[in-house]
């Protein structure tokens, strides 16, 4: 089950690269290398910081699932791009699950909360900076006007503070996941922005 989540996520997210190499007018071969680096980019960041063997070679659908949502965008983009508002959707549940995710596997690892927190956070926003720097962009981390990275720290947060009080598995990863979705389709619903300095204007 938890594999098949994992999937789901890295096929949004694959998605979403994959849409960015589109508007950049990349070839197929730059559209499949977006693809992956935002689907598995931050998984692979997290597990090489916990010097693991990252996951995105452990198992063949890794690779294959991006693959062919980099076929699906490259014929029909014009088809997935109509339905952004239910991708991002399901983007936001990506986040979810993958920061969660990757806070518990860090804390399983031994780290402390706060760190395992932030490799949290990287494992859900990994791949979307690894997009945008390949793609000519500053990192939509940098800027974070929408509320993307800000849910992912809130569901980090969680699953570290319920770890802590010995809350584990998968009803800690579920319940992080959805205060992270929460927040971010809550975002998104009512404009909810990043403030700025002070005296900067939108």
């Not at 949290?120 to 940098?142: F, K, Q, S």
């Not at 503070?161 to 992270?180: C, E, F, R």
Request: charged share 10%; net charge neutral.
């Amino acid at each position: 089950m938890s594999e098949l989540l994992d999937l789901v996520g890295i096929f949004v997210f694959a998605l979403s690269g994959g849409l960015m190499g589109v508007r950049k007018r990349l070839d197929i071969v730059g559209i499949a290398v977006l693809a992956e680096m935002t689907a598995l980019g931050g998984g692979v960041v997290r597990d090489l910081i916990l010097n693991l063997r990252p996951a995105a070679f452990e198992s063949i659908g890794y690779v294959v699932v991006p693959i062919v949502a980099t076929v699906i965008v490259f014929f029909w983009h014009p088809h997935v791009q109509r339905l952004m508002p239910f991708i991002l959707v399901l983007d936001a549940a990506g986040l979810g699950l993958f920061c969660a995710v990757g806070t518990d596997k860090a804390l399983a690892f031994g780290l402390t909360p706060l760190h395992a927190t932030l490799l949290g956070v990287t494992t859900a926003v990994g791949g979307g900076v690894l997009r945008d720097l390949l793609a000519g962009e500053i990192p939509t981390l940098l800027y974070d006007r929408q509320l993307y990275a800000l849910p992912a720290a809130l569901g980090s947060a969680t699953m570290a503070a319920l770890y802590a009080v010995d809350l584990h598995g998968w009803p800690a990863i579920l319940t992080s996941a959805v205060i992270a979705f929460g927040l971010r389709i809550l975002a998104m619903r009512y404009g909810w922005r990043a403030p700025l300095a002070n005296g900067m204007n939108d």
